[in-house]
């Protein structure tokens, strides 16, 4: 008796089937609201980077919601640069990547170029825990949207430099700011720089904490 088989399913022809967790890490990052909605990000699946889950980014902005628009994006381990990119497209003044890898650095400049908006990004290369002790020059005439999504190994192996890290964006980012950082399950939120200024919002497999500075 022929052994049957179950039809296979053209996902990209139907967005509405969800993809799992294997298909997910594996397929390019598509940004899920605003003017660029639906479009693909060039990406190449590699250890170094690890694009936010695109069910933990969309809760993301739904928490974000209105503040940005008009804001600066600062995507800290930018990686894909899904959060920079899907934080132009919800009306985002500008966005600003941070990425160590010039390969992957690359690549989030020939998105912005295949995206249209060139003109909106600033890519920059190097090891960004070195800002905690040398913060670059960046603009505060608008608040700062600051996406802090590190490797997960970091929140243990380097978690001294990233909290520096993180304080030191906090210190800087001018008034009426939100810092989002993501960590997994196993991070503990009492380390946090202030803790008792950051709210918490458990979207499995990550936690999000958001600060947000007052206007």
């Known amino acids: 008796m022929p052994r049957r088989t179950r039809p296979k399913t053209d996902r990209s022809a139907s967005p509405s089937v969800p993809l799992t967790r294997r298909e997910e890490a594996a397929s390019a990052p598509r940004i899920g609201g605003g003017e660029l909605r639906g479009r693909r990000l060039e990406f190449i699946p590699d250890a170094r980077t690890r694009p936010m889950k695109d069910r933990v980014r969309e809760s993301l ?3 974000l919601g209105t503040d940005v628009k008009g804001a600066l994006a600062i995507d800290l381990f930018a990686g894909s640069g899904a959060i920079g990119f899907e934080a132009v497209s919800r009306g985002a003044l500008r966005a600003i990547f941070v990425e160590r890898h010039f390969p ?29 002790k040398c913060m670059p020059q960046l603009p505060t005439s608008s608040p700062w949207i600051v996406f802090i999504s590190p490797p997960w190994s970091f929140f243990s192996e380097r978690w001294d430099d990233l909290a ?25 939120p009492e380390a946090l720089p202030n ?17 947000r500075e007052p206007h």
């Open 164 to 188: 520096s890290l993180i304080e030191a964006m906090r210190l800087a980012a001018p008034v009426g700011s939100t810092l989002v950082v993501e960590a997994d399950t196993t991070f503990d």
């Open 195 to 211: 803790r008792e200024a950051w709210e918490t919002r458990p979207i499995p497999p990550a936690v999000l904490y958001f600060h």
């Open 61 to 63: 902005f739904d928490l």
């Open 104 to 132: 992957t650095a690359a690549i989030l400049r020939r998105s912005g170029e295949s995206l249209g908006i060139q003109e909106k990004i600033d890519v920059r290369t190097g090891d960004v825990l070195l800002w905690a």
